[in-house]
C-alpha cells in the first residue's frame, strides 16, 4: 500500500502533514537542533554525515532521507577539506554575478550548482545571498549581488530557481541588514521600518518571490535591538504572516540565543548547535513543549515546513546520492562563461584594449597571476583540485585559506595573445618592475583584494604596496593595464596613469581565460558595476569603521564589549548610488558603469500602463562594428517631490549584432516607485507625474519620459 506522502498528485504541504502525523517526538527533535557536520580535531564525524555544514538523521522507516547542508553561492564547499581530495566548480563570486545584470546566467549558474551538489549527496546548498552592500568594506560583499534591491532580488531571485531546479533547497541568507563582519555576533543594525522595507527587505522579498526558496537564514546580527533569529517581527510578522513564506527558518551557526522566545519568534531550526552555549532547540524545547510553554502545534510547523521545502522540490522522490558522475569541464566551462559575462572594463584609454595578438613582448606583473585567480574566504570557499592556497584566517576555530582557483592568467595569456614573449614578475621587486617594463608592448598588471567571512577591510585602499607596484609600471610604460581582483571597490590613486582598468572581481574557475578573452577581443565586455566605487572613504555614510578589536566577530569566541549599534538611517533606503545622488557626490565609478569595444544607442523610450502594471520598451541599436551585449537600465523617480532620488526600477541584457537595432521590453517593478506604509502594511504610490530615464549608469541623464499615474495601493 501506497503512503500518502508518497502520493505524488498531492501537494507538498499534504505530503508534508502526511509525514509529520507519523513522527515520534525524538523524530521530530533530531531534526530541530543539530552540530556542524565538520568535526574539530579529535571529534568523531556526526553519524551519516557527508561531512559539511550539517547533516539531520533519516527517518528510515519513513523513507525520508538525511538532510545534507552544504554551504555555498559559489559552489560546493569543502571546509577544513572535510571531504579529502573531493572537487568542486568555483563559479564566479556573487558581486560578478550580479555585475552580469543577467537574470538567465543567474539561473544557468545556479542550475549547474544545483546539479553538482545533488550528486554528491548533499539536498540543502546554503546559498542566495541577497544582502545589501551598503558597507563598501564588508568582508562578504563577494557573497551578495549589489547595492540596489532590484537587481539584488532578480539575481537571487534566480539562481536559487536554478539550484533548486535540480532537487536541492536553498536557502536565502542572511535575514537581514547583514551589511558588516566587524562585531558581526554583537552588533545590532538599526533602521527604521519603512525604509527597512523599500531597501533590504525589497531585496529578499524579489528574491523570494522568484525563487520560492526552501529556506531563510537569519544572519548573526540583531535588527532594531533584537537578535536576526529571534525578531518576531521580522521572521513571523514579515517573512510568514505577510509574505506568506511557506518554508523553514535556519539560524545561522552558533546564532541561536534562546528556546522559548526563538520558538515562538518563527526560529524552525537551531543550526550548528554545537557552536551555541546550550542545544536551545533540544532537551530545552522539548521540556519547553511538555510544559505547555511552546505548543506541540507549534513544533509540528517547525518540523513540516522543513518537509514541505524537501518535497516541493523533489529531493525526497529524488534522493540525492553522492559518487554520481560529474563533467568538471562543461562546469568549469559555464562558470567561465558566466566571469566573461560579467567582467566590468572600467577604463580604455585611447582604445587600448583590445590588445593586438602577436605583439612581440608581454610583461605579466603580480596577483599571482602564474598560480590563479583569488576567491573570497570563510564558509562559502571553494577549493578544486589544483588550488593554490596561502595562510588567510580563522573563523570559528577552523583555519580560512587564501585561496587562487586554478585558472592562471598568465597562462591564459600566453595561449590567447601569440605573444613572442610573455614575461612574469611577481611584484616584489620594483626596480626589476620599471626595468623590464620600459622594454614591453604592453604590461598587465594583475593587483588583488582579498575579502574573507569574520572580517572586514580596514579601508578601500590596496595592501602590500600594491599601489606602488602599478605605480612603477606605469611610469616606465604608459601603456600599462590594471586587471583587479577584489571583493568589491578599490581605491584607484594611479586611475590617471594607467591606459586601461579591468574589475574582474572574484572569477571563478574559468577566470584566467575570462580575463585573457576580454584582454585579447575574444569576449567583448558588457559588464556594468553592482556597486559604486566611491573616491574614498570619506564619500560614504559611515566613514570610519568599528574597530574590530574591541568586539567579537565570531561565534563561538569569548565576548568583547557589549552589544553596539549601527545606524543606518544615515542613509535610510538610499543605499549606494542614491546615497550619491542625495549628497551631491561624484564617486570614482557609478552603479551600471561599464565600457565596451562596440558603440549603442538608445531612442523612442515609452512606458505604458497595462492591466495596472508598468511596462517599458526600447529600440536599442549597435552602432559599433562588432557584436556585444548591453545592459539597458531604467531608472524611475517621482517629479516634483523634495527629495526624490533616481532609483533602478528595470533592466535588461542583450547581445546585437554590429548594425543590429531592436525593440527591446523593460519589466518595471512598482515597489521600486512606491512609498510603504508601515502602519497599513501597505505599499502605496501616489497620484502625479513620474520620470523615467533609460541610461547607462546611475550618474548618465540618457533619454526620459514623464508619465502621469494614479494612486496605487498594494500588499
Not at 550580479?98 to 553538482?116: Q, V, Y
Not at 591564459?412 to 622594454?439: K, T
Request: aromatic share 6%.
Amino acid at each position: 500500500m501506497t503512503s500518502r506522502w508518497q502520493d505524488r498528485t498531492r501537494s507538498a504541504d499534504q505530503r508534508a502533514q502526511s509525514v509529520v502525523e507519523q513522527m515520534t517526538m525524538d523524530e521530530k527533535m533530531r531534526w530541530l537542533s543539530g552540530p556542524m557536520a565538520i568535526p574539530a580535531p579529535g571529534e568523531a564525524r556526526t553519524p551519516g554525515a557527508l561531512g559539511s555544514a550539517a547533516c539531520y538523521p533519516a527517518i528510515e522507516r519513513l523513507g525520508i532521507p538525511a538532510m545534507q547542508q552544504s554551504d555555498a553561492s559559489l559552489g560546493v564547499g569543502n571546509l577544513a577539506n572535510v571531504r579529502p581530495g573531493d572537487n568542486a566548480t568555483a563559479l564566479p563570486s556573487s558581486l560578478l554575478l550580479g555585475a552580469g545584470f543577467d537574470p538567465a546566467m543567474a539561473e544557468t549558474t545556479g542550475n549547474m550548482l544545483g546539479r553538482e551538489a545533488h550528486a554528491k549527496g548533499f539536498n540543502v546548498q546554503l546559498a542566495g545571498g541577497a544582502n545589501l552592500i551598503r558597507e563598501p568594506r564588508g568582508g562578504r560583499n563577494f557573497e551578495y549581488i549589489a547595492e540596489d534591491p532590484l537587481l539584488t532580488g532578480i539575481i537571487a531571485g534566480h539562481a536559487v530557481k536554478g539550484i533548486q531546479s535540480q532537487h536541492v533547497v536553498s536557502t536565502v541568507k542572511h535575514f537581514a541588514l547583514n551589511a558588516q563582519e566587524t562585531g558581526r555576533v554583537l552588533v545590532s543594525s538599526d533602521l527604521d521600518e519603512q525604509a527597512m522595507q523599500q531597501s533590504d527587505l525589497l531585496a529578499f522579498r524579489i528574491a523570494i518571490e522568484l525563487g520560492e526558496p526552501g529556506a531563510v537564514m537569519p544572519g548573526y546580527n540583531l535588527v532594531n535591538g533584537e537578535w536576526a533569529s529571534e525578531n518576531h517581527h521580522l521572521l513571523q510578522q514579515v517573512l510568514k504572516t505577510e509574505w506568506g513564506f511557506k518554508g523553514w527558518v535556519m539560524s545561522d551557526w552558533g546564532a541561536t540565543h534562546s528556546t522559548e522566545k526563538a520558538a515562538l519568534a518563527g526560529l524552525d531550526v537551531q543550526s550548528g548547535s554545537n557552536m551555541d552555549p546550550e542545544p536551545f532547540f533540544g532537551e530545552p524545547l522539548r521540556r519547553a513543549v511538555e510544559q505547555g510553554r511552546v505548543p506541540a502545534e507549534r513544533l509540528d510547523e517547525m518540523v513540516r515546513r522543513q518537509l514541505r521545502s524537501l518535497f516541493a522540490v523533489g529531493a525526497i522522490d529524488f534522493p540525492a546520492r553522492p559518487g554520481v558522475p560529474i563533467d568538471y569541464t562543461a562546469h568549469r566551462l559555464i562558470a567561465q562563461r558566466a566571469a566573461e559575462n560579467g567582467l566590468v572594463l572600467l577604463k580604455n584609454h585611447a582604445g587600448c584594449l583590445p590588445l593586438a595578438l602577436n605583439l612581440p613582448r608581454l610583461l605579466v606583473i603580480g596577483g599571482h597571476a602564474d598560480q590563479g585567480v583569488l576567491s573570497g574566504g570563510g564558509s562559502s570557499s571553494v577549493t578544486p583540485i589544483g588550488h593554490y592556497a596561502e595562510q588567510g584566517a580563522a573563523i570559528m576555530g577552523v583555519a580560512v585559506p587564501k585561496v587562487y582557483h586554478p585558472s592562471s592568467p598568465l597562462h591564459a595569456i600566453r595561449c590567447q595573445s601569440g605573444a613572442a614573449r610573455v614575461d612574469y614578475l611577481d611584484g616584489s621587486d620594483h626596480a626589476a618592475i620599471a626595468s623590464q617594463a620600459a622594454g614591453a608592448d604592453a604590461v598587465i598588471v594583475f593587483v588583488e583584494s582579498w575579502n574573507t567571512e569574520g572580517q572586514d577591510l580596514p579601508d578601500l585602499a590596496l595592501q602590500d604596496q600594491q599601489d606602488r607596484l602599478i605605480s612603477a609600471a606605469a611610469r616606465a610604460n604608459p601603456h600599462t593595464i590594471v586587471v583587479i581582483e577584489s571583493g568589491g571597490p578599490v581605491k584607484m590613486p594611479w586611475l590617471e596613469q594607467v591606459s586601461g582598468v579591468l574589475a574582474a572581481f572574484y572569477p571563478g574557475s574559468g577566470g584566467g581565460e575570462a580575463i585573457a578573452g576580454v584582454l585579447f577581443g575574444r569576449v567583448n565586455p558588457s559588464g556594468r558595476l553592482p556597486v559604486t566605487f566611491p573616491r574614498d572613504e570619506n564619500q560614504l555614510p559611515r566613514p570610519a569603521m568599528t574597530d574590530p578589536s574591541v568586539t567579537t566577530s565570531n561565534p563561538g569566541e569569548p565576548l568583547r564589549g557589549g552589544v553596539f549599534h549601527v545606524d543606518y538611517n544615515i542613509e535610510g533606503a538610499d543605499v549606494g548610488y542614491r546615497w550619491f545622488e542625495r549628497q551631491r557626490l561624484s564617486p570614482l565609478f557609478p552603479f551600471g558603469y561599464g565600457l565596451s569595444y562596440t558603440t549603442f544607442s538608445a531612442d523612442s523610450l515609452q512606458i505604458t500602463l497595462q492591466d495596472d502594471q508598468l511596462h517599458a520598451s526600447v529600440v536599442v541599436k549597435n552602432s559599433g562594428e562588432r557584436a556585444g551585449a548591453t545592459v539597458a537600465q531604467l531608472y524611475g523617480r517621482r517629479t516634483g517631490e523634495p527629495g526624490q532620488t533616481w532609483r533602478l526600477v528595470g533592466f535588461h541584457k542583450v547581445m546585437l549584432e554590429a548594425g543590429e537595432q531592436r525593440t527591446i521590453p523593460i519589466g518595471i517593478e512598482s515597489r521600486c516607485l512606491a512609498v510603504f506604509d508601515p502602519a497599513s502594511r501597505y505599499w502605496q504610490l501616489a497620484a502625479g507625474d513620474y520620470q523615467f530615464r533609460l541610461a547607462d549608469h546611475a550618474l548618465d541623464n540618457g533619454i526620459s519620459q514623464t508619465v502621469t499615474l494614479s494612486a496605487w495601493r498594494s500588499h
